[in-house]
């Protein structure tokens, strides 16, 4: 009989997170994987609140060892899928947000280091106040958008504002803050102002290719050093040729390849936690767009477990 679930065949069982075993207890699990089936924040197009089960679906593709990096996730930490911190009042914005902001609180408390697959991207906010109990920490955020928006239709809370509010909050040092793929038409020229006066680097698309992704991951590195960093990864920050299937696309966006590149470059960096959003099933009923953020997930397993390995290693010499 086959012990690990990751050598079976990929069609069969119940779909979790990479294959991986679904835990209720956080005892012994190093790393959670976690759905996040909310878009309530949504300014237009709704249906990531499907996300997590399609890029569940998906990530049985993935197989347990990085063939570029070397990084065998599964060998460093103990991860498992931990199931979906599901909002009790999907309805009302607020109350999802501080149920989430429970569930992942409970995560943090057992010592799980979180990597969650949303949903629109106003659950990173609750995410966010759930890790940073102990004072602001460092974002890395891969978006079309820098969802520093202001009050909309009457709601500061969307998804098109939960960094915004995370500085407010204290959540986030934006001057240990860098976004990277912004562009688009606007609403008005000082759309994302709120970015700039305070302090976050701002990487728009012109920049990017007149950087190229070396000087991407040098940039990163320089801005956050060793400052405890959540990532974040909108799809939307792909082209969407490659990531139709989300919420608000922007045509001119990096590749699947360059995201991956990026990612991988992260390497280094004290990675406390980490999110894929705005995967929207409904726009893309082939699965791909699901497998790009099962892919995106991935990686960003691989670069949490070395981190969080490393960080054990130091404390055991």
């Given at each position: 009989m086959i012990q690990d679930q990751q050598?079976?065949?990929?069609y069969s069982g119940i779909a979790t997170f990479m294959r991986c075993a679904y835990e209720e207890s956080l005892?012994?699990?190093?790393?959670?994987?976690i759905g996040v089936p909310f878009d309530g924040g949504v300014t237009n197009r709704t249906g990531t609140?499907?996300?997590?089960?399609?890029?569940?679906?998906?990530?049985?593709?993935?197989?347990?060892?990085?063939?570029?990096?070397?990084?065998?996730?599964?060998?460093?930490?103990?991860?498992?899928?931990?199931?979906?911190?599901?909002?009790?009042?999907?309805?009302?914005?607020?109350?999802?947000?501080?149920?989430?902001?429970?569930?992942?609180?409970k995560v943090v408390e057992a010592g799980v280091l979180p990597i969650s697959?949303?949903?629109?991207?106003?659950?990173?906010?609750?995410?966010?106040?759930?890790?940073?109990?102990?004072?602001?920490?460092?974002l890395v955020h891969f978006d079309a958008h820098c969802d520093t928006g202001g009050n909309y239709l009457g709601s500061k809370f969307h998804h098109g504002s939960p960094f915004r509010v995370a500085v407010e909050e204290g959540l986030i040092d934006p001057k240990k803050t860098i976004q990277?793929?912004?562009?688009?038409?606007?609403?008005?020229?000082?759309?994302?102002?709120?970015?700039h006066d305070s302090g976050m680097r701002v990487i728009y698309m012109d920049e990017f290719y007149d950087l190229g992704v070396d000087g991407i991951i040098k940039e990163i590195h320089k801005i956050?050093?060793?400052?405890?960093?959540?990532?974040?990864?909108?799809?939307?920050?792909?082209?969407?040729?490659?990531?139709?299937?989300?919420?608000?696309?922007?045509?001119?966006?990096?590749?699947?390849?360059?995201?991956?590149?990026?990612?991988?470059?992260?390497t280094g960096l004290h990675i406390v936690g980490g999110d894929v959003v705005e995967v929207s099933p409904p726009f893309d009923p082939s699965g791909a767009t699901a497998l790009v953020g099962a892919t995106m997930m991935f990686e960003l397993l691989c670069i949490a477990a070395e981190s969080l390995a490393q960080r054990k290693d130091s404390l055991a010499c």
């Open positions: 050598q079976l065949p990929r005892e012994g699990i190093d790393i959670g994987l609140r499907h996300g997590p089960r399609d890029i569940r679906v998906q990530s049985t593709l993935m197989r347990s060892v990085n063939q570029s990096t070397g990084i065998a996730p599964f060998e460093l930490c103990k991860v498992a899928d931990v199931g979906d911190a599901l909002p009790e009042s999907p309805f009302e914005l607020e109350r999802s947000h501080k149920s989430i902001q429970d569930f992942f609180e697959a949303g949903g629109d991207h106003s659950i990173s906010l609750p995410i966010l106040r759930a890790l940073a109990k102990n004072g602001p920490i460092a990277i793929g912004i562009r688009g038409s606007l609403n008005h020229k000082e759309m994302w102002k709120f970015s956050i050093g060793e400052t405890p960093t959540y990532v974040t990864f909108d799809v939307d920050g792909l082209d969407p040729a490659f990531a139709v299937g989300t919420g608000t696309p922007e045509v001119g966006g990096f590749t699947t390849f360059e995201a991956i590149e990026m990612i991988r470059g992260l």
